[in-house]
Structure formats: C-alpha cells, structure tokens
C-alpha cells in the first residue's frame, strides 16, 4: 500500500472503493496503478487540480459524497469538487515478450539523447532490444549503454516520460508487443511508440583513430554559455574555447600530445553530456564524431 504523495499527478485519477486508484493522463497512453493505504466508501474522480489538493489535505483524512459531489475533509481544511463523469481506461495486457533488468538511473540519462521535438513526424523514445542493450539518438548525439549497439532482432520505443516516473533503483521492465511495464509499490504502464531506429550511422564512427584526450570534468566548463565549443589539441597543451561570436571564454589543461587536431561540437550538445559524466572524460575523436567514456557519441554537426 503507498500514500498518495509518493504517487505522480497526472490528469485523471479514478479511484475504486476500497482503495484501489488508477491514474492516467488524457490520452490514456500512461497508466499507473495502486492500492492506497486509506479506504472510501464510494468510486469517484479527480482532475490534477483536485488530486494536489487532497496530498495536502492528510491529517485525519475523510472522504464523502454530497450529491454530485466529492468532499474531503481533513484537519487542514475541507475541500469540495464536483463529480467527473468519466469512463475508466481497460489496461489489457498481451503476453510478456520480454523482460531485463536495469538501473534507471542509466536510463534516465539515456532518455537525455531523445530529440524533443513536437514537430517530428515519428517520434523515437529510448530503444531498448531484447538482448539488453539501451540507446538513444536524435541523429546528433547518441547514448548507448553496452557495446553492441545494433545487434538486435527487435526492438521497442518507450516514452521518456514513463522513464522519468521510474523509481532510481533497479528496475524489471517487461515488454508486450505494444505497451511496457514496471511493476512495484505501484505500477506503472505505458504504450509504446511506433517509431523507427534513428540513423544512427550518421552519429556513428569506427574509432579506430589514435586522436584522443582524458579531460577532467570542471566547474568552469559550463560557465559561459555559447554557440560553439571547440577542442584545441596541441603538443604541451589542450584548450576548450567556448565562442558566441562577442565573448570567448578558454578553459586550459596541461596535456602533453604527440599530435594537433581542432574540432568543434554545439554548446548545448556538449552541456548535455557534461550532466551524465561524472569526474573524468575520455574523449575520441572520429571523422564525423566524438565518443565521450565509450558510451555517449556526438556529431561534429550541430
């Protein structure tokens, strides 16, 4: 059983007597599912207005009807809401296709490469494969958890917003031909895009080049937003120079190469990969891309 304040808001909450809730967001495309650790006598529904309300209404908590409306009275105050009159979604589940473990935290930044772009046409969600491996593109940069990238069968699209609901534990998803779940303290359901792999070939290089650096990851790295960020190799030293056409801001490093070599990725590409590494950063430089800790790939376009 869980409180309703460990539980997300979304737009519909239908709860059933005793305790049961499903909640669910307008197109009924996420699903989630509970059993709550306080009882009512009747069925009724909340909009997300009304479900933020009654979080905060929980001391002493009581829940009625009143005609054609819903009262929750509490020592906080009493908050009253008109019926909503609405049919509940029917989660049909299909067989279990697939199921792995995974840490969601990965995962989480994983669904950082997705292109949030409304105007897409398909839209691609992490893509997971029935071998274990996680990745993600929006055809610039490309995030990919295991190294054998596109050796799948099939594969399945699931929402980062569902990603972003996950517990930050390890987690057992399990894989129908259209949705995707997580069962736990509560459980979470979603439908699964219909989308297409991204072209990930044009990310993706061989990497066989000798070209590459071991940076620190440092605070100053994100201090000037700008356009550009380019990496400057030279024999005693490497810079980092952040450019917007008036201000240039250059982060040094004492690096000894036995080569030279300049390149340049996008700002914001490179501020996404600075919040999933963690101290250091090996960086390899392809012809068409970099690949940061053998796991994040970014385009040189931007």
Known sequence: MISVNELPTMDFHFFESPNKLMITEASFNQIITAELDFNFDFDFILDSKSFDILKKLSTDRKITREHNSVVIDSKEGKYKCSMIDKVKPELKLTEVVYECKYDSSMLKEASKFVSDNKATAVLNGVLFNDIGNVFASDTVKFFYFRPEILSYSRFWSVPTYFIGLLPQQEI???????????EGKFNMYS??????????ERVCDSFVSEKNITLEKRSELNLL??????????????????????????????????????????FANFNQILSVVDDKMFIEFGEKSLRVNNKIILSYRR
């Not at 057992?172 to 997580?182: G, M, Q, S, W, Y």
């Not at 439908?191 to 990930?200: F, G, H, I, M, R």
Request: aromatic residues 14%; contains cysteine.
């Open 172 to 182: 057992t998803l399990k894989f129908t031909n259209t949705k995707v779940f997580c």
């Open 191 to 200: 439908s699964l895009y219909d989308s297409k792999v991204p072209a990930v």
């Open 225 to 266: 937003e700008s356009d550009s960020v380019e990496f400057k190799i030279e024999r005693n030293k490497t810079s980092v120079i952040f450019n917007d056409n008036e201000k240039i801001f250059k982060v040094e490093y004492d690096i000894d190469s036995d080569y030279e070599y300049t390149t340049k990725i996008g």
